[in-house]
């Protein structure tokens, strides 16, 4: 079996870089203007920490008793009249979502955003085998209709502009590629999607949250096209990643006040849906769905990872993923969250994703159930490092940053030498095919006449003190 190819980030960055002088200032400022929105809500709830805390213990706590919390869920919602399955991995997944539809003669689905759906690979193994399913968000569709992955967690299309999607709409949809307004380009979507939800035999979403105690799911959406599909067609089936279990619905309560003021800044999504079973004279499926969760479940350093509510803040913060953009990470999970999520799935393909980051830290703070995300991408460094996964070179470059900081006389040394080249190490830098990427979008600062050190001696000196 032909293994897939590693992804590289860096590349797949210089590439959205490079496209044109609109686009990654743009997908900056927006994300950015998130993170501002987010601090804002965060600031208009006085126990906000507080309820990070409680956020956290929880998703901890699940966590430790995920067995016994799923077979509560599986009880509790099989009493509703919901049929729950249990998906080992992607391929059995698929596998069960297809003989249900083929068992019930389905031909024609439409679905709600849900990126375990997509971690499956769930859309094209149905249509490979006749189904044809139709994305209803309108940032998923938008990716959809281009043959793109989603290039975020929340908002799928946000790397796009108003003109690409209103040529992409023309293109496949017979809109006027001149106009550019959001509501006639929303209009004309929902007008394309009408027939869609109409025909449709069956409808797939995913969940924000499980609530054991009652059998019940949640799914948060902006613009209703989850409850729309729920409504229509007889057949709702809905795909659940094991980690989205919360023990009581006073739990959910906590999550739901922290998930859209850290994703959007918004105190809350405008549909919080809670589905607790079949509508009359149609079926309800749950399907619980694994895909390696257990085995990163029992990775101590990792685990913790699992606490993530897909909020996608710490994308929305992180200084690479706003200028290089989602769809360099290769992943259905990008930015931060995707750089440990990624190598759990796939160990060699996503073997670049931790260094694809500045470990400034940033993203462990927004996060609203503190996983210690920085931390975790370090872990991966580590890890991926001492099993030969990175390249040869940087082993080696890290291996000698190691010593050179492990010696206060080699590391005074090194620093002295370095400020005598650094006047001219820009232009050898910049002739190098090696180093080159670092200096094609940024200058080197000059070098300082003394280093901290050197100065803090001088000025001890100079007051008469007594050298430490």
């Known amino acids: 079996m032909r293994r897939a190819p590693v992804v590289r980030p860096a590349a797949r960055a210089a590439e959205f870089i490079a496209q044109d002088a609109i ?19 965060a600031r208009g709830v006085h126990e906000w920490e507080r309820l990070r805390d409680l956020a956290s213990k929880i998703r901890e706590h699940t966590l430790g008793r995920l067995d016994a919390y799923l077979e509560e869920f599986e009880h509790n919602a099989e009493r509703k009249g919901i049929r729950v399955h249990w998906a080992r991995d992607a ?37 490979e085998r006749g189904i044809r399913v139709t994305e209803t968000d309108l940032g998923e569709r938008i990716q959809q209709l281009d043959g793109q992955p989603p290039g975020h967690i929340v908002m799928p299309a946000i790397h796009k502009t108003r003109a690409d999607i209103a040529r992409l709409f023309a293109r496949e949809i017979g809109s006027d590629a001149g106009n550019d307004d959001p509501r006639y380009l929303t209009e004309s979507m929902r007008r394309s999607l009408r027939e869609r939800f109409l025909a449709a035999g069956a409808c797939m979403t995913g969940a924000n949250f499980a ?55 918004s105190p809350i999504t405008r549909y919080t849906s809670h589905f607790a079973g079949p509508r009359r004279g149609g079926e309800m499926h749950v399907v619980l769905v694994d895909n390696g969760r257990s085995r990163l479940l029992g990775r101590e350093e990792f685990r913790r990872s699992l606490k993530c509510i897909r909020c996608g803040a710490c994308m929305n913060t992180c200084p690479v993923f706003r200028h290089s953009g989602g769809l360099a990470y290769g992943s259905i999970y990008s930015g931060p969250i995707g750089a440990i999520l990624g190598p759990a799935m796939d160990e060699r393909k996503f073997r ?39 390249p040869l070179l940087r082993r080696q470059a890290v291996r000698t940053a190691g010593r050179i900081l492990g010696s206060p006389k080699i590391l005074r040394a090194v620093t002295k030498a370095g400020r005598r080249l650094l006047a001219g190490a820009p232009r ?24 901290f050190r050197e100065w ?4 001890r000196k100079g007051r008469g003190t007594k050298q430490p």
């Not at 007889?234 to 023990?247: F, R, T, Y």
């Open 23 to 41: 686009h990654e200032p743009a997908h900056d400022a927006r994300l950015w203007d998130l993170r501002v929105r987010r601090d804002a809500a």
């Open 91 to 127: 391929g059995e997944h698929n596998r069960i979502v297809f003989d249900i539809f083929r068992a019930r003669g389905v031909t024609e689905v439409v679905k709600s955003k849900s990126m375990l759906q997509e971690e499956c690979g769930m859309t094209p193994f149905l249509e």
């Open 211 to 265: 609530v054991a105690g009652t059998g019940a799911f949640v799914v948060c959406t902006n613009e209703g096209n989850a409850d729309l599909g729920a409504s229509l067609p007889p057949l709702h089936v809905a795909s659940i990643g094991i980690e989205k279990i919360v023990p009581r619905t006073e739990h959910l309560g906590v999550l739901v006040r922290l998930l859209s003021r850290s994703a959007l800044g």
């Open 352 to 390: 670049e994703l931790p260094f694809h980051s500045t470990l400034c830290g940033s993203c462990t703070q927004v996060c609203p159930v503190k996983v210690d995300i920085s931390d975790q991408i370090l872990a991966w460094r580590r890890v991926l490092s001492a099993g030969a996964q990175t």
């Open 428 to 451: 050898i830098l910049a002739g190098s095919r090696l180093l080159s990427p670092w200096t094609q979008h940024r200058d080197l600062p000059p070098a300082p006449r003394r280093s």
């Open 456 to 459: 803090y001696l001088d000025e």
